[in-house]
């Protein structure tokens, strides 16, 4: 059990980015991990390629094709109206990659830098295999 700190990145970059709040708690039995983390943010900054989470607290097993599952269990102030927003744990990083559906997409989308604003905030809770 430990805590972790969850943190919005780009999949390129990241930069200015301050929060009113950053929290994080996780329980690793054996390979599995469940984390539950929270974030407020107060600055959006920069946020340069796809949205993140970063800070996950130990790297993903890399099997390709077989994710993590993240669910959003709350959100506020995005500037994009979503009816699903939830993600998965790329294999062998300490990432989650958002995505969203709108109404009006006929698919999945990745998020940006545009779906945030300065207020955002999360819930995101995450089951992952770890590679030790």
């Known amino acids: ?13 990241e930069s200015g980015q301050v929060y009113t709040t950053q929290i994080g708690r996780y329980v690793k039995v054996g390979k599995v991990v469940h984390c539950q983390g929270y974030l407020l943010l107060s600055t959006l900054g920069t946020i340069t390629g796809n949205v993140q989470i970063k800070g996950l607290p130990f790297t993903a097993e890399a099997t390709t094709d077989l994710y993590g599952a993240a669910t959003i269990g709350f959100h506020d102030s995005l500037t994009t109206a979503t009816v699903w927003f939830g993600g998965f744990v790329t294999y062998n990083t300490v990432r989650i990659a958002l995505r969203m559906k709108t109404a009006a997409a006929a698919s999945v989308l990745v998020m940006n ?11 995101v809770n995450v089951f992952y295999r770890a590679t030790a």
């Open 1 to 13: 059990e430990g805590t972790w700190t969850p943190a919005l990145a780009g999949v390129t970059s």
């Open 113 to 123: 830098q545009g779906d945030f604003a300065n207020t955002s905030s999360l819930l």
